[in-house]
């Protein structure tokens, strides 16, 4: 299994492509605005991607979305407390920073709840409900890799401060769910650098201070 990540749009936002290069299968997480690079990579691997997996929708996580998956015809997958959020700009933050064009997508194939296991690449990917950054923020879990979006960086973590946010909420999601998985688990968050949850433990102040 591959893991490539492409830092996109003008907040550099992390979309991540997983991919079985042998079996020309991948998947794509929170593909972000001005995703020509995502794109242009799995054309030249000609793979078929099975999902688009997103672990939360604001406009840079999703600001890329259409054009994916019109090009790819890949379902995508939200916890159902955003479906709507990908269809409203007020939501998804789009209508409020200056700049941007209001992002309006279509529907999810398909909503989470947070308690999932999805076959996929042909691995067994748990979807765990992270909120607090945003109400229906989710991680995605298989093989020691935690794909955490926007909840947990290195040495730090996701705003609350926007629609949606709570910070006891999110340290509840930090401190009961990611920090219940072992130290070597590699946690590939929705911007900056990739971490473990070993040193997150020891050294994220937000993590040493609960």
């Given at each position: 299994m591959e893991i490539e990540k492409f830092e996109l749009g003008p907040v550099m936002t992390n979309a991540y492509l997983v991919y079985d290069e042998t079996k020309g299968t991948g998947v794509v997480i929170d593909p972000g605005m001005n995703p020509d690079p995502l794109i242009d990579r799995i054309?030249?691997?000609?793979?078929k991607i099975e999902a688009i997996l997103?672990?939360?929708a604001h406009l840079d996580h999703i600001g890329g979305l259409e054009e994916v998956r019109t090009r790819f015809k890949a379902p995508v997958y939200i916890h159902e407390l955003e479906q709507s959020w990908l269809s409203e700009p007020k939501l998804n933050g789009s209508a409020f920073f200056p700049g941007f064009t209001p992002i309006v997508c279509k529907p999810a194939e398909n909503t989470l709840t947070g308690t999932e296991t999805l076959s996929l690449?042909?691995?067994q990917i748990q979807v765990l409900h992270t909120p607090g950054h945003t109400p229906g923020s989710v991680t995605f879990y298989w093989?020691?890799?935690?794909?955490?979006?926007?909840?947990?960086f290195?040495?730090?973590?996701g705003r609350t401060d926007l629609p949606g946010g709570d910070y006891d909420i999110l340290m509840k999601s930090i401190r009961n769910t990611l920090m219940e998985m072992p130290d070597e688990t590699r946690v590939l968050s929705g911007h900056g650098p990739e971490t473990t949850i070993g040193q997150e433990r020891v050294h994220n102040p937000f993590v040493t201070g609960m």
């Amino acid at each position: 299994m591959e893991i490539e990540k492409f830092e996109l749009g003008p907040v550099m936002t992390n979309a991540y492509l997983v991919y079985d290069e042998t079996k020309g299968t991948g998947v794509v997480i929170d593909p972000g605005m001005n995703p020509d690079p995502l794109i242009d990579r799995i054309s030249d691997l000609k793979l078929k991607i099975e999902a688009i997996l997103l672990t939360h929708a604001h406009l840079d996580h999703i600001g890329g979305l259409e054009e994916v998956r019109t090009r790819f015809k890949a379902p995508v997958y939200i916890h159902e407390l955003e479906q709507s959020w990908l269809s409203e700009p007020k939501l998804n933050g789009s209508a409020f920073f200056p700049g941007f064009t209001p992002i309006v997508c279509k529907p999810a194939e398909n909503t989470l709840t947070g308690t999932e296991t999805l076959s996929l690449l042909d691995e067994q990917i748990q979807v765990l409900h992270t909120p607090g950054h945003t109400p229906g923020s989710v991680t995605f879990y298989w093989d020691g890799l935690a794909f955490s979006g926007d909840a947990l960086f290195q040495n730090s973590i996701g705003r609350t401060d926007l629609p949606g946010g709570d910070y006891d909420i999110l340290m509840k999601s930090i401190r009961n769910t990611l920090m219940e998985m072992p130290d070597e688990t590699r946690v590939l968050s929705g911007h900056g650098p990739e971490t473990t949850i070993g040193q997150e433990r020891v050294h994220n102040p937000f993590v040493t201070g609960m």
